[in-house]
């Protein structure tokens, strides 16, 4: 039997080696974890649209074996109950700066102005431009940062170097906290572009419409190095773009019309973009979705606007408060329109908000399966690795989060998240409700102490007759700490104590110190359990939302006008033709265009919008030959002496109150 046993475990070890064989070596001793854990009696939740109550997920090593009801398990498996738990895919986020050095920016010129490129080597003429920059090469785990991640839910994220116009390639990688090459997921996973120009010093681009310029003049370079010109020249960034053409683009773009003009790139040199947005994108669903393009949209929605001054409410436009009450629904607005999306933390200055956020989006109208699909199924196959992630199907990656209930339910807390089969603990499963009233003894006195709060986060506070105090409390699984100030006739300063949880919270005891420094002995008897407060929620301010303005501000419209039939009737016509000013005359326009001027027209048919010109004057509209106005982002690129390539057409701002004002 001995013999039986040694050869099994030999035989394991050399499936082990076979499958993850390192290949940097540790000066260290080995610790081989257990092989196949069978995770028990779970809703497991193999997609958003497979759920299967009481099921087993067993996993070996970084795989998962399988998923469902009636598994054999193995007998060497470590088994987990998990009864009344919940099992989901890990999150995925694909626009995010995990693993990269900090963008440092260098310092200007004593001029302040840099013509040419600081750079060394074989470059770019221009340093904003860097598709050759591959952030597998940067990559390095941050144990500080993957744990922050994975506390919230995720488990793979796609990194980037997020720094210029062209960015190059990133890298999907796993949150895990071992060797940087056990990480990766997909090392060319996509490339990057934005129209942020970043930290380079030199002049040019000075504004968008260079931005825009430039970046579509790198496109054409690398269509013109492809064709020959590689033959005269070894450009490494043109090299790049040609050598990962097939790639995924991903577009920093901005708000809902710099992702127009980043799709309009696309169209024109034939990319597949899906473009990160800052979440503006229900303010033009329908150009959008016109794109075919998938979206990135972060969750930092606005906070409330302070207008408790009378000066600062002043100073609150329209456009700010429709976007506060409007930017929680964008999720469901793609959604309603079959746009793809996926979420990501960029932007959100308190991670720890992100699952909040996305009830927020729930709230609004999303479905959950959906919201579930964009936090895993979509990213993954976005990128291109739902092999891999995304679902909880057999001979995927192991990464997966256990929750105590739910996942966007009132009170779920991820328990555990497990990266590439590894476990991590992030809070206990047997999670012990110590909160309730108790009969606290300490040497003989009699107080009363009452917990209450978040289960994971309770508060306490001590009472007598005459006094009640709050008390600092700290749990550790099956461990309490208690501190107040006593204020009685027998204790009066501070009291601390520590002790052990016994049967499910039902009792507590241990040692403390008294305020005069003698050690004592206490114990607590709860008398009654916490009952939680039927709250009723306002679902009224959760679910309801406003219109959508076009545009999203002040003298905007609740929908956007169609062009009508118009028949304008004895008007005094100034034609600029001609027939110069001619009275009582006719106009007919149709779909915005005039399509006949004269005397005594006949009424046309159908639908029309009849005005009477008596008395009025129709002319030609006012033209002004130089107009400064409806340009984003700056109207003139200083950043060259000649700029004739920049197009004015391409930064066009059809949200400018300047235009209501002309009009």
């Known amino acids: 039997m001995l013999k039986r046993i040694v050869s099994f475990l030999f035989l394991g070890g050399l499936s082990f080696q076979a499958m993850a064989q390192p290949t940097f070596p540790k000066d260290e001793p080995k610790y081989n974890k257990p092989g196949i854990y069978a995770l028990t009696n779970a809703t497991v939740h193999i997609s958003a649209a497979k759920v299967i109550e009481g099921a087993t997920l067993l996993i070996e090593k970084e795989k998962i074996l399988d998923a469902g009801k009636g598994i054999t398990i193995p007998k060497n498996a470590v088994v987990i109950d998990l009864k009344g738990k919940h099992i ?89 906290d071992e060797k940087e090459n056990l990480s990766v997921v997909k090392q060319k996973a996509s490339n990057n572009v934005s129209f942020r120009k970043g930290t380079s010093r030199q002049s040019y681009p000075s504004s968008l ?12 370079d690398k269509a013109w190095y492809e064709s020959g010109g590689n033959k005269k020249e070894f450009n490494p960034s043109l090299q790049a773009l040609v050598e990962n053409a097939a790639l995924i683009t991903i577009f920093e773009a901005g708000d809902k019309l710099s992702v127009l003009r980043a799709a309009k790139i696309a169209a024109e ?8 947005t800052n979440g503006t994108d229900y303010q033009r669903i329908n150009e959008i979705k016109a794109t075919g393009g998938a979206l990135i949209i972060p969750v930092n929605f606005p906070e409330p606007l302070d207008v408790e001054d009378y000066y600062d409410a002043q100073n609150v436009t329209l456009a700010e408060l429709k976007h506060w009450e409007l930017a929680p629904g964008n999720a469901t607005t793609l959604f309603k329109a079959g746009i793809p999306f996926t979420f990501t933390l960029e932007g959100l200055r308190d991670k720890n908000h992100f699952i909040a956020n996305i009830k927020k989006t729930i709230a609004s109208g999303l479905p959950e399966t959906e919201a579930l699909k964009a936090l895993t199924e979509t990213p993954a196959r976005l990128m291109g690795v739902s092999e891999w992630v995304g679902t909880l199907e057999k001979s995927k990656l192991a990464n997966f989060i256990v929750t105590n209930e739910p996942l966007f339910g009132d009170k779920c807390v991820i328990q555990e998240n497990w990266v590439k089969g590894k476990r991590f603990e992030i809070k206990p499963i047997e999670q012990v409700d110590i909160r309730g009233e108790y009969n606290l003894n300490i040497n003989q006195v009699m107080y009363t102490l009452s917990v209450k709060g978040d289960i994971n986060n309770p508060t306490a506070e001590v009472k007598t007759d005459t006094i009640k105090a709050p008390a600092t409390i700290k749990k550790d699984i099956n461990t309490i700490g208690l501190g107040f100030i006593a204020k009685d006739k027998v204790n009066n300063g501070p009291v601390r104590l520590s002790g052990t949880i016994n049967f499910d919270s039902g009792s507590w005891d241990g040692n403390g110190q008294l ?108 033209i002004d030959e130089h107009s400064h106005i409806a340009i984003s982002q700056g109207v003139n690129e200083g950043g060259q002496s000649v700029s004739a390539e920049v197009r004015m057409g391409d930064v066009v701002n059809s949200d400018d109150i300047n235009i209501y004002r002309q009009l």
Not at 90 to 115: C, H, N, V, W
Not at 117 to 126: D, E, V
Not at 209 to 220: H, K, V, W
């Open 209 to 220: 419409t260079g931005s825009i310029a430039l970046i579509r003049q790198t496109y054409y």
């Open 88 to 176: 989901y895919p890990s999150f995925i986020d694909l626009y995010s700066t995990y693993g990269m050095p900090e963008i440092k920016r260098e310092p200007a010129s004593e001029d302040g102005r840099q013509y040419e490129t600081n750079k060394k080597g074989a470059t770019h003429w221009n340093e904003t431009i860097h598709p050759e920059t591959n952030a597998i090469e940067l990559f390095k785990n941050d144990a500080n940062a993957a744990k922050e991640l994975r506390n919230i839910g995720f488990g793979t994220v796609h990194s980037l170097y997020a720094d210029g116009l062209m960015r190059g390639t990133g890298v999907l990688v796993t949150l895990n």
């Open 515 to 622: 305020p005069d420094g003698s050690l004592i002995t206490w114990t607590a008897i709860r008398k009654d359990r916490f009952k939680e407060e039927n709250k009723k929620k306002n679902t009224v301010a959760d679910t309801v939302s406003g219109k959508t303005y076009f545009p999203n501000m002040a003298y905007g419209w609740d929908s956007i006008p169609t062009a009508e039939m118009v028949f304008i009737k004895n008007a005094t016509v100034w034609t600029n033709e001609p027939e110069g000013i001619v009275k009582n005359a006719d106009v007919i326009l149709k779909d915005g265009k005039i399509v006949q001027v004269g005397k005594s027209l006949p009424k046309p048919f159908g639908k029309i919008v009849e005005i009477d010109g008596t008395g009025k004057h129709v002319t030609s509209g006012i």
């Open 269 to 276: 040199f034939n990319l597949k973009c899906i473009y990160k």
